[in-house]
């Protein structure tokens, strides 16, 4: 079955500390891996998809598919960060993008 | 600005009643998406679209209908509703070879 698990629903670090949020999946075919964020009172937007090997905002993401992860990584943490993370995979089948519960992410200055 | 838009963008209504939410997608994308998203829960798929045709179901109520048209727009019908149904509603497109989806301002439904 497909599935994506994000095992933290709420994450708290100190403004300048590394994050990391986890992101697993399930899917027997090629993935195509996306992170998503939701500042406040605001649409999602694609923060990066594994395709581009892009960094966004310092963040980064490596498809693991030994590890069947694409965990979200930045190395400093800053107080804009704080926002709600989705991660989804998309299946090529029926074009459906197939969601994470979504960890949401808390800076502290 | 994604590109989609959604309307209207705050609703109020009572129970019981059946209100209905518009979604025009990006120019050129055959896909459109809706989701629930609740104060205490995380994103719930409903429904998506492609060209006209219903592809795939998700935790859809079956008060809830949504269907699109050959212009391409969408709406999500929610009828009979509950005080439970009050949450913010998402809708999305992509286009035919890309499942990258980009998602409206939502619309605010308060049921009292």
């Known amino acids: 079955a497909q599935r994506v698990t994000q095992p933290e629903k709420l994450l708290s670090v100190f403004k300048g500390a590394p994050v990391e949020l986890k992101c697993n999946y399930s899917?027997?075919?090629?993935?195509?891996l996306f992170w998503y964020v939701q500042y406040s009172r605001q649409r999602l937007q694609l923060l990066l998809r594994h395709i581009s090997r892009e960094s966004i905002k310092g963040f980064t993401a490596d498809l693991n598919k030994g590890e069947t992860s694409f965990h979200l990584k930045k190395p400093f943490a800053q107080e804009e960060d704080s926002a709600m993370y989705y991660c989804a995979l998309g299946v090529d089948s029926n074009y459906q993008l197939i969601w994470g519960a979504g960890t949401k992410l808390i800076i502290k200055p | 600005d994604s590109g989609v838009t959604q309307t209207p963008k705050h609703l109020i209504t009572a129970t019981g009643q059946r209100v209905t939410l518009r979604c025009s997608p990006r120019?050129?994308?055959?896909?459109v998406y809706w989701y629930q998203q609740s104060l205490d829960q995380g994103l719930q798929f409903l429904i998506h679209?492609?060209?006209?045709?219903?592809?795939a179901k998700g935790n859809i109520l079956e008060r809830f209908s949504a269907q699109q048209f050959p212009d391409l727009h969408s709406e999500l019908n929610l009828s009979s509703l509950e005080l439970g149904d009050s949450a913010l509603y998402f809708c999305a497109s992509s286009t035919q070879l890309n499942t990258e989806a980009f998602f409206g301002q939502g619309t605010r439904l308060t049921v009292v």
């Open positions: 899917y027997s075919g090629s993935p195509e």
């Open positions: 679209y492609y060209n006209g045709e219903e592809r």
């Open positions: 120019s050129g994308d055959l896909s």
